[in-house]
């Protein structure tokens, strides 16, 4: 059975609590990556992924009880009711961006050993529901393991 050392990316992407989620935005669309640890120090205090960063937009839908009709109703609705929804979204971008990352990450991050199977990983991810594990050896972060390099490793083009 294949290691989580031979398909783990070893060169770990990281961030820090204190990061504003703006920038660690910038950071996982210029590296293509969807997810990253939160290292204090040595230590993985957090994950922060896609899915903590989408929560962040999520816009309360504007409720229908509040709207007013009037008689430009019928020419305005739609195009009013979007340009506030769009004006919601981008002061809630603009909210979330100066957040930090500490305030987002989820802080039960997931671990594996570089010497475990890939089908403990695999496992781990499914049952845990999550797309990548961090690869600690002693406490320390060595590598990260996602569900692609699981499946690249089991078609032979293992990631390093």
Same mark, same amino acid.
């Given at each position: 059975?294949?290691?989580?050392?031979?398909?783990?990316?070893?060169?770990?992407?990281?961030?820090?609590?204190?990061?504003?989620?703006?920038?660690?935005?910038?950071?996982?669309?210029?590296?293509?990556?969807?997810?990253?640890? /939160?290292?204090?120090? *040595?230590?993985?205090?957090?994950?922060?992924? *896609?899915?903590?960063?989408?929560?962040? &937009?999520?816009?309360?839908?504007?409720? %229908?009880?509040?709207?007013?009709?009037?008689?430009? *109703?019928?020419?305005? *609705? @739609?195009?009013?009711?979007?340009?506030?929804?769009?004006? %919601?979204?981008?002061?809630?971008?603009?909210? #979330?961006?100066?957040?930090? /990352?500490?305030? @987002?990450?989820?802080?039960?991050?997931?671990?594996?050993?570089?010497?475990?199977?890939?089908?403990?990983?695999?496992? #781990?991810?499914?049952?845990?529901?999550?797309?990548?594990?961090?690869?600690?050896?002693?406490?320390?972060?060595?590598?990260? @393991?996602? %569900?692609?390099? @699981?499946?690249?490793? &089991?078609?032979?083009?293992?990631?390093?």
């Amino acid at each position: 059975m294949m290691k989580v050392s031979e398909v783990m990316t070893k060169d770990v992407i990281t961030c820090r609590p204190s990061d504003p989620v703006d920038g660690v935005v910038k950071l996982m669309s210029e590296k293509d990556i969807s997810g990253l640890p /939160v290292v204090d120090g *040595e230590k993985v205090v957090g994950m922060v992924t *896609e899915a903590d960063i989408m929560r962040l &937009l999520v816009v309360p839908e504007p409720s %229908r009880t509040l709207w007013m009709p009037s008689p430009l *109703e019928v020419l305005i *609705e @739609i195009p009013l009711k979007e340009i506030i929804q769009l004006r %919601r979204l981008q002061q809630s971008v603009k909210d #979330a961006g100066g957040q930090n /990352v500490g305030s @987002i990450m989820q802080k039960d991050v997931l671990s594996i050993s570089p010497d475990d199977d890939i089908e403990d990983a695999a496992s #781990a991810m499914v049952k845990h529901k999550v797309n990548r594990l961090v690869v600690l050896k002693d406490g320390k972060l060595v590598g990260i @393991i996602t %569900r692609d390099d @699981i499946i690249h490793g &089991l078609g032979g083009s293992a990631n390093t």
